[in-house]
């Protein structure tokens, strides 16, 4: 028997997508080598991000679920120095629609928008950075262990991406890609998440 998916998004597919948009601003703890360049201390100015998760089913249905959005009540630092990125105050919101595509066989079956909104909390964190060649940055263990639905939590996977300096505007690009799997109602299914953030920063 097939799960509803509207029971596959509430259980699975938003929290996911509240993973991805933690993972894309935040990093964890990890010993690296020194490097600069980026060093000094940035206003958060937004967060813009594209997401996409899809569950796939073995009994043939599938649902993809995509997000594209620009951060609004931004706030708090985040300070580079030493390798070691630390966020202090860091908080965003999020207020957007999702849309949802519904597929068995790879037919499309039905598709639909719901309103998606995620604040996160004032948040302060230390990572870790790398910066390779002239234009990549690398974080060795990618998002922060957090909770996003209340009662799960998530840990972030390596992810890199690239970095610009325009000015006193700081931009980060950052790649995540993340798969797992589970079963539901006796079906087992694959999750696929990925998901592109700019982060805009501006010198102190």
Wanted: hydrophobic share 30%; with cysteine.
């Amino acid at each position: 028997m097939l799960i509803s998916p509207k029971n596959l998004i509430n259980k699975f597919i938003i929290p996911a997508i509240l993973a991805m948009i933690v993972m894309l601003a935040s990093c964890k703890k990890d010993k690296t080598s020194s490097t600069t360049g980026i060093e000094g201390t940035y206003k958060f100015k937004n967060l813009s991000a594209q997401t996409q998760s899809s569950i796939a089913g073995n009994l043939g249905d599938k649902i993809v679920t995509l997000s594209d959005y620009t951060t609004t009540n931004n706030g708090g630092t985040l300070t580079f120095a030493n390798n070691t990125m630390t966020a202090s105050g860091l908080t965003y919101t999020v207020n957007t629609q999702a849309e949802f595509y519904e597929y068995y066989n790879n037919d499309l079956l039905d598709s639909a928008s719901y309103p998606f909104n995620f604040t996160l909390p004032a948040s302060n964190s230390n990572g870790q950075y790398q910066l390779v060649g002239a234009d990549s940055i690398y974080f060795p263990n990618g998002g922060i262990t957090i909770t996003s639905d209340g009662s799960t939590t998530y840990q972030g996977q390596a992810s890199g991406g690239h970095y610009s300096i325009s000015g006193s505007v700081l931009t980060i690009t950052q790649y995540v890609v993340k798969d797992s799997s589970f079963t539901d109602s006796g079906e087992s299914y694959i999750l696929h998440e990925s998901a592109t953030g700019s982060m805009q920063l501006e010198k102190q």
